[in-house]
């Protein structure tokens, strides 16, 4: 089965434009997170998902960040309008809801803010 | 939230040596997990070990979920065991905010 599957894996973009992060978690996965890792701050929670429904958007830095997953097998993160202090690795993981409920994180996307 | 401590921040070994890397919680967690940062950046999961021991090839984790913590042992160290390992945890009173510490950094030499 394929693991959890990012694109782009590398975006590099102007300040002010719109940047969207994808993600495909594994199937049979009701769970979906995103998580930013930055040397100054490490690995930190976003955003995630159960079932599809947003329940713990508390980490998202500010306005400038949405994310959606309008079905069990996409999400996404989006960045409008982008900062050079949004440069980082945005990683998206997946696990199942109830039992065994270990993560599986994708490659990441290396965003560049210039 | 939780605090999770890891020590020591960085480790340098010979190859064929090795190694223990701790982990601390300040609160009582669940969903403890241990992963491999490569130098890639890829994270690839060592072991879920909520409590009790697991064994995998040189690798070995002990978690002790009384007393909060969680050990990393390597053993016969490679150069390709180099790389970040994190452990991350979900407090047993909070929701399911997998909580991550800082790091130890392994460099293993030739």
């Known amino acids: 089965d394929a693991g959890v599957i990012q694109s782009p894996r590398h975006e590099v973009t102007e300040m002010g434009q719109e940047v969207t992060l994808r993600c495909k978690p594994i199937?049979?996965?009701?769970?979906l997170f995103w998580y930013r890792q930055t040397m100054m701050r490490g690995l930190e929670l976003l955003i995630y998902?159960?079932?599809?429904?947003?329940?713990?958007d508390s980490g998202m830095p500010e306005d400038r960040f949405s994310a959606k997953m309008p079905n069990a097998s996409f999400s996404t993160l989006k960045i409008q309008p982008s900062e050079p202090r949004d440069s980082a690795v945005y990683f998206c993981?997946?696990?199942?809801?109830?039992?065994?409920?270990?993560?599986?994180f994708g490659p990441g996307t290396r965003l560049t803010v210039t | 939230g939780i605090q999770v401590e890891q020590s020591p921040p960085d480790l340098i070994l010979q190859e064929g040596a090795n190694s223990t890397l701790r982990c601390n919680f300040s609160?009582?967690?669940?969903?403890l997990q241990w992963f491999h940062q490569n130098p890639w950046g890829q994270l690839i999961n060592l072991f879920y070990?909520?409590?009790g021991t697991k064994q995998n090839g040189r690798l070995s984790a002990t978690t002790v979920a009384t007393e909060r913590y969680s050990l990393l042992y390597i053993s016969s160290s490679q150069t390709t065991d180099s790389g970040v390992y994190f452990c991350?945890?979900?407090?047993?009173?909070?929701?399911?905010?997998?909580?991550f510490g800082t790091g130890t950094r392994l460099t293993i030499i030739p």
């Open positions: 199937s049979g996965h009701n769970s």
């Open positions: 991350a945890g979900i407090s047993n009173f909070g929701n399911e905010k997998l909580t």
């Open positions: 070990i909520p409590s």
């Open positions: 998902f159960n079932n599809n429904v947003p329940i713990d």
């Open positions: 609160d009582s967690v669940n969903n």
């Open positions: 993981a997946s696990s199942f809801l109830s039992g065994t409920v270990e993560q599986y």
